[in-house]
C-alpha cells in the first residue's frame, strides 16, 4: 500500500504530539518506544522510521512544547504589561495545576530536560532565554524576568505537589500576588 507524500510527516506529527502529552502526564521515562507507537496505532518499529532514538524523540518533544509554551507566555509576539499579568494569572491557575498535558512543559519535564544530554538542555536554553527576553523587555529588567519566570515554574511544582484544592489555590495566590507586587515595584517597559 502506498502512502501520501504528507503520510510520514502527519505521522511523526502525531506521535510527537501523542509522546508529549504522554510525557507531560506521566514523564518521559516511563513510557517505552512500544507504548509510544501503540498510542497512536503502530508497531514500535515503525519508530525508528522517524527517530533514531528515544533520546532523538525528547528532544524533538522538548523543542516543540517550549515553542508552544513560548507562544502561549509572550502573548503571541505582542505583548504589554496587560497580557502578561493575563498570561500570569492564567499560568498560576487551578487548571494548569489540573491538567499538566494541555501546559507548560517546564514543571513537569524540568527534571528530565535537566539530566538530560547537552543538546536537549541547550534547545531548552534557547526557548527559556527567548521567553526571558520578551519579558525582560516588558519589565525592564533582566533580574526579574529571571526571578519571575523561576517563581511561576515553581509556584506550579509546588502546587501539583499538594493534594488539597485549598492548599494549591493558596500556593498559587500567595505567589501571583508576590509578583503583582514586585512588578508594581519596577517601572515597566
Known sequence: MRYSANHKMETREKLLAS?????????FSTVGVDGLM??????????YSHFSSKDELFKAIVERELAHSLDRLSGEGVMDSAKLERCLRQYLSMSHVEQPEAGCA??????????????VREVAQTWICRLHEGWAQILGSDSLAWTILSQCVGALVVARMLVTPEIQRDVLKSNHDEIRRRMAEQPLG
Open 19 to 27: 509522546s508529549a502529552v504522554s510525557a507531560k502526564k506521566s514523564g
Open 38 to 47: 501503540k498510542a497512536i496505532g503502530l508497531s514500535g518499529g515503525a519508530f
Open 106 to 119: 517546564l514543571p513537569v519535564l524540568g527534571a528530565e530536560i535537566a539530566r538530560s544530554d547537552q543538546q
